[in-house]
């Protein structure tokens, strides 16, 4: 199961407060996303809006033929979409390994995991932790935990939620190689939400800015690299 993601005129709302107004993003399949935006812009909410998690939403989101708005969360992964929030949400208790023997479990015949051997191929780093506890791992050790865990469940679709944020910079160079080892190998198609602008566009094709939950700008890596005016009012810079 894959295909384009395509969000029509979504709305957002927590309870009563409307976060998201009519926002329109396609991510074609296979290509990178990044969705910058600054504190409180939305960039979350659309994620957790797009995983039809913990958000009341209104208007469209379809990946290929699939209506993830009319899925629970557990068919959404099932769709072959994995969202890793930014609170990474690891068990701290577990190993690293039972961290990714346990996202095994949540397989199903149309989607079998990725064999945990397999992954740890992918972060070499984790194979040399497998033994060790959750709450013993740095703190970019655990966002490359979160991430292996999310690709356990063989996504098609992948949703990182400020995967660089408080990590120092050689820390966020090992997390941004690992994302680019996952596109090549797997075909996978990303939104990567960043403050973090210069890291998320590097691995970007396409770049979509939110500002109070409207899209300011929508265009390719390189368009926006031309973009100062959009660089300096809406990010900081
Ligand atoms: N659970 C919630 N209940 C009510 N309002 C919320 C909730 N979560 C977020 N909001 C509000 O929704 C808006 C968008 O928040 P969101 O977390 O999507 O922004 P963000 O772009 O991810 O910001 P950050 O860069 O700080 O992570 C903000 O005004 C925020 O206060
Ligand atoms: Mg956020």
Same mark, same amino acid.
């Given at each position: 199961?894959?295909?384009?993601?395509?969000?029509?005129? !979504?709305?957002?709302?927590?309870?009563?407060?409307?976060?998201?107004?009519?926002?329109?993003? %396609?991510?074609?399949?296979? %290509?990178?996303?990044?969705?910058?935006?600054?504190?409180?812009?939305?960039?979350? %909410?659309?994620?957790?809006?797009?995983?039809?998690?913990?958000?009341?939403?209104?208007?469209?989101?379809?990946?290929?033929? %699939?209506?993830?708005?009319?899925?629970?969360?557990?068919?959404?992964?099932?769709?072959?979409?994995?969202?890793?929030?930014?609170?990474?949400?690891?068990?701290?208790?577990?190993?690293?390994?039972?961290?990714?023997?346990?996202?095994?479990?949540?397989?199903?015949?149309?989607?079998?995991?990725?064999?945990?051997?397999?992954?740890?191929?992918?972060?070499?780093?984790?194979?040399?932790?497998?033994?060790?506890?959750?709450?013993?791992?740095?703190?970019?050790?655990?966002?490359?935990?979160?991430?292996?865990?999310?690709?356990?469940?063989?996504?098609?679709? !992948?949703?990182? $939620?400020?995967?660089?944020?408080?990590?120092?910079?050689?820390?966020?160079?090992?997390?941004?190689?690992?994302?680019?080892?996952?596109?090549?190998?797997?075909?996978?198609?990303?939104?990567?939400?960043?403050?973090?602008?210069?890291?998320?566009?590097?691995?970007?094709?396409?770049?979509?800015?939110?500002?109070?939950?409207?899209?300011?700008? $929508?265009?390719?890596?390189?368009?926006?690299?031309?973009?100062?005016?959009?660089?300096?009012?809406? !990010?900081?810079?």
């Amino acid at each position: 199961m894959s295909g384009d993601l395509e969000v029509r005129d !979504l709305h957002a709302h927590y309870g009563t407060a409307h976060v998201l107004f009519g926002v329109d993003l %396609t991510v074609p399949a296979g %290509t990178t996303t990044a969705l910058l935006g600054r504190n409180g812009a939305g960039k979350t %909410t659309l994620l957790k809006s797009i995983a039809n998690a913990e958000v009341r939403t209104s208007g469209s989101v379809r990946y290929g033929s %699939t209506d993830l708005r009319a899925l629970s969360p557990y068919r959404v992964a099932r769709a072959g979409v994995q969202l890793v929030p930014e609170d990474r949400r690891i068990f701290t208790r577990l190993t690293v390994r039972e961290n990714l023997r346990l996202a095994t479990k949540a397989a199903t015949p149309e989607r079998p995991p990725v064999p945990v051997d397999r992954i740890v191929e992918l972060f070499p780093l984790l194979g040399d932790l497998i033994g060790r506890a959750g709450y013993a791992l740095s703190g970019g050790e655990q966002q490359l935990l979160a991430i292996a865990r999310a690709m356990v469940g063989n996504p098609s679709l !992948l949703l990182l $939620d400020e995967p660089s944020e408080g990590l120092a910079p050689r820390i966020v160079e090992q997390v941004g190689d690992a994302i680019e080892r996952l596109q090549s190998e797997f075909s996978l198609t990303v939104v990567l939400a960043e403050q973090n602008s210069r890291f998320a566009v590097d691995l970007a094709d396409a770049v979509c800015v939110i500002d109070g939950g409207r899209v300011v700008f $929508d265009g390719s890596a390189g368009e926006f690299a031309t973009q100062d005016a959009v660089r300096e009012r809406y !990010l900081q810079v």
